[in-house]
């Protein structure tokens, strides 16, 4: 199975920061990769498909770069409702896998 | 409105067997493939199993291969997740989703609010 490695797995940042998360598969992976954002009780939301692509209503200050094995989210700006969890997830092949998130907290 | 309700959760004893239903509405049910996600208490996210559109493929995690099965009734718009043998890291919520693709290669872009599932003695 292809391993995501996801970094930092926690940050602490103040609103209005850049804020950037890094996964790395383990094979190519082509552009095959999602990013979506988890709040406590809830069910996970996709931010990011085919690695770069904004899924629809999905604020624009989310975006996604990468090819091959190395992909980042990257939030413009955050903003108080973006304090969460973030999970990339790889779609190439199954068993699909998911990176091992990365909290996002107040500073 | 899209979406995904499931049900069938609850409490089983180890080695025990429950059968997970998820109900689709809002889409042409049969144009996409589906999965099922679970999250263990305090854990991340666990991709646990895939179907095809048409049932015509599976896949599986290696933590469940040989113990859940899934399927789909196109006619119901319902997906399914079979879990036998149940051990106890088996417990997590248990959330139904929908494939961007008719196979089970895709991003995940509607979610279910999830059915807990908790094994234990």
């Known amino acids: 199975a292809i391993q995501m490695t996801q970094s930092p797995s926690s940050l602490s940042a103040s609103v209005g920061d850049r804020v950037t998360i890094t996964c790395r598969a383990s094979q190519d992976i082509r552009n095959d990769l999602g990013w979506y954002q988890q709040k406590p009780g809830k069910a996970p939301k996709l931010l990011i498909y085919a690695a770069s692509s904004l899924q629809s209503g999905a604020p624009s200050r989310f975006s996604g770069s990468g090819s091959g094995t190395d992909f980042t989210l990257t939030i413009s700006s955050l903003q108080p409702e973006d304090f969460a969890t973030y999970y990339c997830l790889q779609d190439y092949n199954h068993p699909l896998t998911f990176g091992g998130g990365t909290k996002v907290e107040i500073k | 409105e899209v979406q995904l309700v499931e049900s069938g959760g609850g409490v089983v004893r180890p080695g025990g067997s429950l059968r997970l239903s998820c109900a689709a509405s809002?889409?042409?049910?049969?144009?996409?493939?589906m999965y099922w996600v679970r999250q263990a208490p305090g854990k991340g996210l666990e991709w646990v199993s895939g179907?095809?559109?048409?049932?015509?493929?599976?896949g599986y995690a290696q933590s469940v291969k040989g113990r859940f099965t899934i399927s789909r009734d196109n006619a119901k718009n319902s997906l399914y997740l079979q879990m036998n043998s149940l051990r106890a890291e088996d417990t997590a919520v248990y959330h139904c989703a929908r494939s961007t693709e008719s196979g089970f290669e895709g991003a995940a872009d509607c979610w279910g609010q999830g059915t807990l599932v908790t094994v234990s003695s």
């Open positions: 179907i095809f559109w048409n049932g015509g493929d599976t």
């Open positions: 809002g889409f042409t049910f049969d144009d996409y493939g």
